[in-house]
């Protein structure tokens, strides 16, 4: 009898922490870890420090590579493979190589959603343009570090003040770059502070330099060669700077699971019961 295959879709956190509970349960499983990126099991909330300059290498924040994780786990690690449908009728996913465009199909006996949340970033700041950023994977902690690596010096505007808004600006300060945190009604960490609270974080922001402003941005002036020239924001002005940071939230990484049929709740995010297990019984997300 062939051994039961699982496929674990998501390679940052709860897809590993997946991986390595089920070899603990299932001593003799088939497991595919497919991760659409380049990196698996990394601490993403330390990639600030890496923004800050704090440590040399993104690297440092691995804390298992993917031959490392396949052979302390004996499963088999995907990366740049991206699962673009799942059929739950026939228990089986369709995949792409994101090197080669190549695509195939794999079966499952138990299918496991990792794929965590998306920055939300809102219409009127979505552009191509590579001098905007959010900072959501390893790769985007890169692209940031190499610009800032490049420019050296420089006015970020960073757009929104929660965890990773004020991680951002922290980071930015730290490097050298002049910053402006866009916070939308005053407000800092959403509704986690109360007015006192979030006082005491303004005035400790604006005693170290960051100019702090009450305004929602609400749109972006880009030059035709992609460089960013300013922020425009909901009470006229225009703020010239050479880098933006959207950190405007998150939302549930849902598309697959909806394309799939899966029961999606009122939040956006999939329904599940105690266990984990969604609406259909051989699919779990985490």
């Not at 001593?27 to 993403?44: H, K, N, P, T, V």
């Not at 979505?126 to 190499?146: F, G, K, M, P, Y």
């Not at 990484?253 to 009122?266: C, F, W």
Request: proline share 3%; net charge negative; with cysteine.
């Amino acid at each position: 009898m062939p051994a039961r295959r699982i496929i674990v879709v998501g390679g940052v956190a709860a897809g590993p922490a997946a991986v390595a509970e089920a070899r603990r349960t299932d001593a003799e499983a088939e497991i595919i870890l497919i991760e659409r990126g380049g990196d698996i099991s990394y601490s993403a909330c330390e990639m600030p420090i890496f923004l800050a300059g704090e440590l040399a290498d993104a690297d440092r924040l691995v804390r298992y590579d993917a031959e490392r994780f396949s052979s302390r786990f004996r499963c088999a690690v995907r990366l740049h493979t991206e699962v673009v449908s799942v059929e739950p009728s026939t228990r089986h996913v369709d995949v792409v190589d994101g090197r080669t465009g190549e695509q195939s199909s794999l079966w499952y006996d138990a299918l496991v959603l990792a794929t965590g949340v998306e920055a939300s970033v809102p219409e009127t700041l979505r552009t191509a343009s590579h001098q905007v950023h959010v900072l959501r994977r390893l790769e985007d902690a890169r692209e940031i570090r190499r610009h800032l690596d490049a420019a050296k010096k420089g006015h970020v505007v960073v757009v929104g003040a929660g965890y990773v808004g004020l991680d951002g600006v922290e980071a930015f300060h730290r490097a050298g770059w002049r910053c402006t945190l866009l916070s939308s009604g005053g407000r800092f960490l959403g509704q986690a502070l109360d007015p006192d609270a979030a006082g005491w974080v303004r005035t400790a922001l604006e005693r170290d330099g960051v100019a702090v402003r009450d305004e929602r941005a609400k749109g972006l002036d880009v030059d035709p060669d992609g460089s960013i020239r300013a922020v425009r924001t909901d009470k006229g002005e225009r703020i010239g700077c050479q880098m933006v940071l959207v950190a405007t939230g998150t939302r549930p990484n849902t598309a697959l699971a909806a394309s799939a049929g899966l029961k999606i709740g009122p939040t956006g995010g999939l329904v599940v019961q105690d266990t984990l297990q969604t609406s259909e019984p051989a699919i779990w997300a985490c």
